[in-house]
């Protein structure tokens, strides 16, 4: 899902198509995603202990034109251009796992995202001197993919 804004001004022409009316936003099932990873899951157990350790790690791309249903893009008679890495791209994830055995009737056990980065960028227009729009980075982000 995605919204765009129906009623934006023509960008030839500066003019709304119904001028009396401010924005239109359109709920659209026309977003798409892709989401590319893999997944390595390593388990080691000593039963006589009842003692068991896991670990993950998922190497992943996550693309998408709209992160949520209510996000505009830029240019609403082009939201294609939008298409770039999502909010939730993680591109490395570790995780660990590990049970011990029971303490007073109580097992424990211990779990949780050991290393997670996700850098972004802030181009900058040298000219201007100031922030590139969103839609200027995501066709920047999209020829290096």
């Given at each position: 899902?995605?919204?765009?804004?129906?009623?934006?001004?023509?960008?030839?022409?500066?003019?709304?198509?119904?001028?009396?009316?401010?924005?239109?936003?359109?709920?659209?099932?026309?977003?798409?995603?892709?989401?590319?990873?893999?997944?390595?899951?390593?388990?080691?157990?000593?039963?006589?202990?009842?003692?068991?350790?896991?670990?993950?790690?998922?190497?992943?791309?996550?693309?998408n034109d709209a992160d949520?249903?209510?996000?505009?893009?830029?240019?609403?008679?082009?939201?294609?251009?939008?298409?770039?890495?999502?909010?939730?791209?993680?591109?490395?994830?570790?995780?660990?796992?590990?049970?011990?055995?029971?303490?007073?009737?109580?097992?424990?056990?211990?779990?949780?995202?050991?290393?997670?980065?996700?850098?972004a960028v802030q181009h900058?227009?040298?000219?201007r001197r100031q922030p590139?729009?969103?839609?200027?980075?995501?066709?920047?982000?999209?020829?290096?993919?």
């Amino acid at each position: 899902m995605r919204a765009r804004d129906i009623n934006t001004p023509d960008p030839a022409t500066g003019l709304r198509p119904e001028p009396a009316i401010g924005s239109i936003t359109q709920f659209e099932s026309t977003g798409r995603s892709t989401r590319d990873s893999l997944n390595v899951n390593i388990g080691y157990a000593i039963p006589r202990r009842q003692m068991n350790l896991g670990m993950n790690y998922t190497l992943a791309r996550f693309l998408n034109d709209a992160d949520n249903a209510t996000q505009l893009p830029v240019n609403s008679y082009k939201p294609d251009l939008e298409w770039g890495p999502s909010s939730q791209d993680i591109r490395h994830r570790v995780q660990a796992n590990l049970f011990l055995p029971p303490l007073f009737g109580v097992r424990a056990a211990l779990n949780g995202l050991v290393y997670s980065v996700r850098i972004a960028v802030q181009h900058h227009d040298r000219a201007r001197r100031q922030p590139r729009s969103r839609h200027q980075r995501s066709a920047a982000r999209r020829d290096r993919s």
